[in-house]
C-alpha cells in the first residue's frame, strides 16, 4: 500500500516536473488522408528496405506482383519495373505503421514509383500525419513553444490539404523541397510530434472551406496583405500589426561598381534612387500598407529604371521587401527588417505571442483574419 502510494507521488513529481511536453502522446485518429510526396525523379535505381512484410502491385490493374520481405535490400531500377506503376505497401500493416527506408533515408508509409522512359520517380505514400512529423522540424526550431509549433503544425497542414494538385502533372502530389516544404527523412521530435498529435486534423477555414495559410519567417514589424504581394485580395490575408517592429535588422551592400553592372549595359552609372523613407505601418505612393516597397526609381547615368520591390528582393538577395536603401561612400547600402514575404502566420511573431501566454487558436486567429480552426478528421 506504501509502496503505491509512493509511486504514485513520484508520478505526481515527476509529471508536474517535466510538464505538457513530456506527459504521454495523445493516440492519432484511426483515419487520416494520404499524401503522394515526391522523394525522387529522374533517377535510373532505387534501394528500398521496409520495416514490415509488405505486398507490392500493379497501381493500375491491382494486381499483386510479389510479397516483399522485411528488413531486406529490394532493388528496384528502370529495366527491372515490372509495370510502369507500382505500389508497395505493408501485407498486414496499415501505413501510418509501416517504415521504409529509400536509399537508406527512413520515411514513414508505402512507396509508389512511376517508371518514365529510361528513368524513374520515387513516391513515398504517406499518411498526412506521419509526413507532417518529417516536415515541422525543418518549418520551426523544435525547441520552440508548444503553442507556436501547434500554430504551425495547423499551417503546414492546411497548406498540404490545400495544394494537393500542385505536382498533378508528375504523377504526386508534393514535391520535397522548399517549392512545397522541405522533407527529407524523419528526424523526429517529440516536442514537434505533440503539436501535429493535439491538433490532428486541424486546418485553417474560412467560408466553408479551406483557405491557404501561408506563413513566412518574420514580418519585421507589419505583415503585408497576399494582395500587395501575389496580386489577388484574399480576405483573410491582411496587413496585421505586431507587438514587436523593425525585428531582424539585416543589411546588404554592393559597390555602386558592382550594382550598376547588375543593372545592365544600358543603365551606365548609378546616380540616386527615389523611395520614401520607410516607417514600418505607413503606406506611400511607393509603399504598401505595412511599409514594404511596391517600387523604386533607380536612376542611373544611362537610363532611369522603376523595379517592383520583389523583383528588387529577388535581384539583390534581400531578405524582405521592408527595406531602405541609400548610396554611401561609393557603396549600395540596402537596410530592413524580417525574412520572407510577410504574408499570412509570421514564425518569429508566433514563438513571441506563444511566450506571450497566447494559445495558437488565438495566434492562427490574429495572423488569419477572420479565419477560424476547423477539425478535419
Ligand atoms: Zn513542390
Not at 12 to 28: D, E, S, Y
Not at 293 to 299: G, L
Amino acid at each position: 500500500m506504501f509502496k503505491k502510494i509512493l509511486t504514485a507521488m513520484i508520478a505526481v513529481i515527476f509529471f508536474t516536473a517535466a510538464g505538457n511536453v513530456n506527459a504521454a502522446l495523445p493516440k492519432p485518429n484511426a483515419w487520416q488522408p494520404e499524401v503522394l510526396i515526391g522523394l525522387l525523379g529522374n533517377v535510373q535505381q532505387v534501394n528500398l528496405s521496409f520495416s514490415a512484410p509488405c505486398v507490392m502491385t500493379d497501381t493500375l490493374t491491382k494486381q499483386q506482383i510479389q510479397k516483399v520481405s522485411a528488413g531486406k535490400d529490394l532493388y528496384i531500377d528502370v529495366s527491372s519495373m515490372p509495370a510502369n506503376s507500382i505500389e508497395i505497401r505493408g501485407d498486414k500493416v496499415a501505413l501510418k505503421d509501416l517504415q521504409v527506408w529509400v536509399n537508406g533515408v527512413m520515411y514513414f508509409g508505402g512507396i509508389k514509383i512511376l517508371k518514365k522512359g529510361t528513368t524513374i520517380t520515387v513516391i513515398n505514400i504517406a499518411p498526412v500525419e506521419e509526413y507532417l512529423r518529417g516536415v515541422l522540424p525543418n518549418e520551426m526550431i523544435q525547441s520552440w513553444h508548444l503553442e507556436a509549433l501547434k500554430a504551425q503544425a495547423v499551417a503546414a497542414r492546411t497548406f498540404v490539404l490545400k495544394n494537393r494538385q500542385r505536382h498533378k502533372n508528375e504523377g504526386y502530389e508534393l514535391c520535397a523541397t522548399t517549392h512545397c516544404q522541405v522533407y527529407n527523412g524523419m528526424k523526429t521530435f517529440d516536442t514537434t510530434d505533440r503539436a501535429i498529435l493535439v491538433t490532428c486534423g486541424e486546418v485553417v477555414y474560412q467560408g466553408g472551406r479551406t483557405v491557404d495559410a501561408p506563413f513566412h519567417a518574420d514580418s519585421g514589424g507589419m505583415t503585408e496583405s497576399a494582395e500587395n504581394v501575389w496580386g489577388a485580395k484574399v480576405a483573410h490575408l491582411q496587413a496585421v500589426a505586431e507587438d514587436e517592429t523593425q525585428t531582424q535588422a539585416w543589411t546588404v551592400k554592393f559597390t555602386v561598381k558592382d550594382f550598376s553592372s547588375r543593372m545592365g549595359n544600358a543603365f551606365g552609372t548609378l546616380q540616386r534612387f527615389s523611395l520614401t523613407p520607410l516607417t514600418i505601418g505607413k503606406s506611400a505612393a511607393d509603399r504598401t500598407t505595412s511599409g514594404r516597397v511596391k517600387y523604386a526609381k533607380i536612376i542611373g547615368s544611362g537610363k532611369t529604371v522603376q523595379m517592383k520591390g520583389d523583383e528588387m528582393r529577388r535581384k539583390f538577395s534581400l531578405l524582405s521587401t521592408l527595406f531602405d536603401v541609400k548610396i554611401e561612400n561609393g557603396e549600395v547600402i540596402f537596410s530592413g527588417y524580417g525574412k520572407g514575404h510577410g504574408v499570412g502566420l509570421s514564425q518569429y511573431g508566433a514563438k513571441h505571442y506563444a511566450e506571450k501566454g497566447w494559445t495558437y487558436d488565438k495566434i492562427l486567429s490574429h495572423y488569419y483574419k477572420g479565419a477560424t480552426i476547423k477539425k478535419l478528421y
